[in-house]
């Protein structure tokens, strides 16, 4: 599944509004949490990083006016499908604030996230679907990680259902030949494209 780019998600407009994140905030922490600890990431005060105890979703969580308030939001999914026979990490739902006062906070975060999945999980890939933020975002760790001689590739689910992962060399060539290929909007195609980064 390769990224189809899409508008807002639904849980972006739930997030968005004050009012609603709120009540988002509270039944995430309602449902159990544990603080979590970001290797080298050091918590502004007033923060908390917090995972679910059910599921792989992580919350930069802050209070406003006596009530909770996420600040940024991931939930991770893992298979082997695209990279088989090795397991993967993919970041699904994320979301990070508009607000500017919590800009100096999350503005390097989700650099910081990824950065630490792919030294946890080794591979990442990127979701199904992805607004214009996921991909200036994805072109950004692609770039960073070339300057870390990671592997990049691109992966193809629309030929007979296998997944083929071509290797992209350089930043030059993803531009030249493969952003057009990856991201668009046929929904018959691109939600079986998707972008790799390997450490391996």
């Known amino acids: 599944m390769s990224p189809l780019m899409i508008d807002s998600a639904d849980f972006s407009q739930k997030l968005g509004l004050i009012s609603r ?18 290797p080298g990431f050091i918590l502004p005060v007033g923060y ?14 802050t209070t ?14 893992f298979h082997k499908e695209i990279t088989f026979p090795h397991s993967a990490a993919t970041q699904v ?3 990070r604030t508009p607000r500017a006062v919590h800009q100096r906070v999350i503005s390097g975060f989700p650099q910081f996230f990824f950065q630490w999945l792919l030294s946890e999980y080794n591979i990442v890939v990127s979701d199904s679907e992805q607004t214009g933020d996921g991909q200036r975002f994805w ?7 070339f300057t870390m001689n990671y592997q990049i590739s691109v992966a193809d689910g629309t ?15 993803l531009e030249e ?5 990856a ?18």
Do not use: C
């Open 21 to 38: 994140n709120v009540e988002h905030t509270e039944a995430f922490l309602a449902r159990g949490t544990v603080h979590f600890q970001l």
């Open 93 to 95: 739902m994320v979301w």
């Open 159 to 173: 030929v007979g259902g296998e997944w083929q992962l071509t290797p992209v060399n350089s930043y030059a060539e």
């Open 139 to 145: 072109l950004r760790m692609i770039d960073w990680a």
């Open 64 to 77: 406003e006016e006596g009530k909770p308030y996420t600040a940024y939001a991931v939930k991770l999914t």
């Open 177 to 181: 030949r493969w952003i057009t290929f």
């Open 48 to 61: 908390q990083l917090l995972k679910s105890r059910y599921s792989d979703e992580y919350r930069l969580v």
């Open 183 to 200: 991201w668009g909007h046929d929904r018959e195609v691109h939600p079986h494209r998707r972008l790799v980064i390997s450490k391996k």
